[in-house]
T-cell receptor
Framework: SQQGEEDPQALSIQEGENATMNCSYK?????LQWYRQNSGRGLVHLIL?????REKHSGRLRVTLDTSKKSSSLLITASRAADTASYFC???????????FGRGTSLIVHP | DTAVSQTPKYLVTQMGNDKSIKCEQN?????MYWYKQDSKKFLKIMFS???????INETVPNRFSPKSPDKAHLNLHINSLELGDSAVYFC????????????FGSGTRLTVV
């Protein structure tokens, strides 16, 4: 069974709005990562947050991690049409270094 | 310089054929992976290989086999292709324990007819 589950499955917003995506997982992890996938392309690594970190920023991206709830969120502020993509979370379960992915959140940003 | 390159980008073939997808990384990473992404975008790990240990997802049919001639290459061989093998296959690499993300190739879209 898959480790990470993204929520919502699809998100449609206007340019300039913030987009929030969530990820829940089942077992203890070493770290959690977020990836973006543009249509027809490979996955691009966005940000990695370790299990002992609670929040991390990278440009317009903000990731939080709550290990007690086994959940993470990805916030994209001031979204742009170019942010339109699928976003995946991936987790490395403790004792394993094989990342497992959720089904992704499909984000559409309307200009 | 493409960090993780896989070829071919598109592969159309008939049922029953045997095919290979090649993957090369020039990042010096110690671990490489193959993933299968289905039509619903679900990414499923198939193999993980770090030239010492091959970890196989037990749900992967034994028609699929990884071959690693050296640390920078992990090719995927598929025997007796079936319609259900149609998907996008991604190669990825990472340096385990470095706390960095995984670098993905651009994918190979396999269509079995």
């Amino acid at each position: 069974s898959q480790q990470g589950e993204e929520d919502p499955q699809a998100l449609s917003i206007q340019e300039g709005e913030n987009a929030t995506m969530n990820c829940s997982y089942k077992t203890s992890i070493n770290n959690l990562q977020w990836y973006r996938q543009n249509s027809g392309r490979g996955l691009v690594h966005l940000i990695l947050i370790r299990s002992n970190e609670r929040e991390k920023h990278s440009g317009r991206l903000r990731v939080t991690l709550d290990t007690s709830k086994k959940s993470s969120s990805l916030l994209i502020t001031a979204s742009r049409a170019a942010d339109t993509a699928s976003y995946f979370c991936a987790t490395d379960a403790q004792g394993s270094y094989i990342p497992t992915f959720g089904r992704g959140t499909s984000l559409i940003v309307h200009p | 310089d493409t960090a993780v390159s896989q070829t071919p980008k598109y592969l159309v073939t008939q049922m029953g054929n045997d095919k290979s997808i090649k993957c090369e990384q020039n990042l010096g990473h110690d671990t490489m992976y193959w993933y299968k992404q289905d039509s619903k975008k679900f990414l499923k790990i198939m193999f993980s290989y770090n030239n010492k240990e091959l970890i196989i997802n037990e749900t992967v049919p034994n028609r699929f086999s990884p071959k690693s001639p050296d640390k920078a290459h992990l090719n995927l061989h598929i025997n007796s292709l079936e319609l259900g093998d149609s998907a996008v296959y991604f190669c990825a690499s990472s340096q385990v324990n470095m706390g960095h993300g995984y670098t993905f190739g651009s994918g190979t879209r396999l269509t079995v007819v």
